[in-house]
């Protein structure tokens, strides 16, 4: 098969035309089996080697069916940034089509918050960014789909994990910025139950160095995932920052100075549409002030039940939210939209979980089964939700689940009949400051 590969030099950096007929990105160096550089498996791939400023531009209407993109140990926060994107006219995206390929190990290195996690095992990933930083992935359309043959192997528990974009922090200490835009992630038939492998639309994790000493703790500060389409997914949407010092963060009250050593700073989620992700639909992870807004998340958490959700093992209960922060620092949400999140022992829209100054505001949510809005258990402190709007939650639109505090205030909840505005057998702290109740079949609905 032979490339149509065009090189336009510029100075020191180099563009990468790719048109697509019956090509093959593996030829170019972005392999599923091993990498040095950028994923290169044989000599023939060496041709494409990418340094601060390279750009690889994917013809638009291509398809590269069966085949990956993986990139390892390149880039640098003081050259210019590496450009993976699109050229050419026309509405149809370039489109990386897995198809179950790309398949890597992952390993933590250790276990994680809860022993019934599973940390390590094969993942499948179409896009591959492992201790890449100083790059910008955009406008792609991601796949990595799988034949439906019965429902008992869709739901397996050894089910392999699978990816639309995975991204790896390991031996480069902090990678710092990090941007994925424009990107349409789809059909990513992952494992029904792993939440913390990189399973899923588009997740980012942070795994044990093979030398902590040397390289430093593995961490991301600059990442962004901006303006990307996230649909039919398993198991999370957008994930970014699951990391293997969750020990460091096992408290109330969380300390800024850990978040600096151990977790991630300046991570920002804007402007994405999730809709049916079988679990969890927007999430930061061990983040000091992560920002998450603009984003919408319609009908998530769709396998979070016994027709899907049938051999846990271990993993055990169905709990997916839309878009919340785990153990993060002083989180703002704001101006999100929430629509129609599928009941399970979760549910609802929003949750404060496990955090220390999370704030929820102007944001709104209609029809969640499971309600509007958790405070869960009690790591769950200074949590805020304020001026947000809620229309015909279900279920019982706030939860106050075992925490100690959290400030409700100044928001509109329009009720749906016989749904009551706490969730009948939640028994954590909250206090109702000035909000307005309407009844929905009300004048002012």
């Not at 032979?2 to 100075?11: D, N, R």
């Not at 109740?437 to 609905?445: G, H």
Request: aromatic content about 10%.
């Amino acid at each position: 098969m032979s490339i149509t590969l065009e090189q336009v030099k510029k100075s020191e950096e180099i563009t990468s035309y790719i048109r697509k007929a019956d090509e093959s990105l593996s030829a170019l160096g972005f392999t599923e089996h091993s990498f040095a550089h950028v994923g290169l498996v044989s000599a023939q791939a060496s041709a494409l080697s990418l340094q601060p400023g390279d750009k690889v531009l994917l013809e638009r209407g291509s398809v590269f069916a069966g085949e990956v993109l993986h990139l390892k140990n390149c880039g640098d926060i003081a050259g210019a940034p590496i450009e993976i994107g699109a050229y050419g006219t026309g509405d149809a995206l370039p489109c990386i089509a897995a198809n179950g390929t790309g398949v890597w190990y992952q390993d933590y290195g250790t276990p994680l918050d809860f022993d019934g996690h599973v940390y390590r095992g094969e993942v499948s990933s179409a896009v591959l960014l492992y201790d890449v930083e100083n790059i910008v992935l955009r406008d792609l359309e991601i796949t990595n789909d799988a034949p439906f043959t019965d429902l008992e192997s869709y739901c397996a528990a050894d089910k392999m994990d699978r990816t639309g974009v995975a991204v790896v922090a390991r031996d480069r200490g902090t990678l710092h910025s990090i941007t994925l835009t424009g990107l349409f992630v789809h059909d990513v038939k992952g494992n029904v139950y792993n939440k913390h492998m990189n399973n899923g639309g588009i997740y980012m994790t942070a795994l044990t160095p093979a030398d902590e000493a040397k390289t430093g703790v593995a961490r991301y500060d600059g990442v962004t995932v901006e303006n990307c389409m996230v649909q039919q997914v398993s198991r999370w949407g957008i994930a970014v920052g699951y990391s293997y010092r969750h020990r460091d963060f096992a408290a109330k009250a969380l300390a800024e100075d850990a978040f600096l050593k151990y977790g991630h700073e300046n991570i920002t989620l804007r402007g994405n549409y999730v809709v049916a992700a079988g679990g969890d639909a927007i999430t930061p992870m061990y983040a000091l002030r992560p920002l998450v807004e603009h984003n919408t998340a319609d009908s998530c958490a769709f396998e979070m039940n016994d027709r899907y959700y049938k051999y846990p093992g271990k993993r055990q209960g169905k709990v997916a939210a839309a878009i919340w922060p785990w153990k993060c620092k002083d989180a703002l949400l704001r101006y999100n939209d929430v629509a129609d999140t599928k009941l399970n022992q979760d549910g609802m829209a929003y949750d404060a979980d496990s955090g220390d100054g999370t704030v929820y505001e102007y944001n709104y949510s209609a029809y969640n089964e499971g309600g509007a809005m958790m405070f869960c258990l009690g790591e769950a402190v200074h949590s805020t939700y304020r001026h947000n709007v809620s229309y015909r939650d279900l279920g019982g639109v706030l939860s106050p689940s075992g925490n100690p505090d959290g400030l409700v205030e100044g928001n509109t909840f329009y009720m749906e009949p016989g749904v009551p505005l706490r969730r009948k057998r939640n028994h954590g702290k909250m206090k109702l400051v000035n909000n307005t109740v309407v009844p929905a079949d009300s004048k002012e609905d």
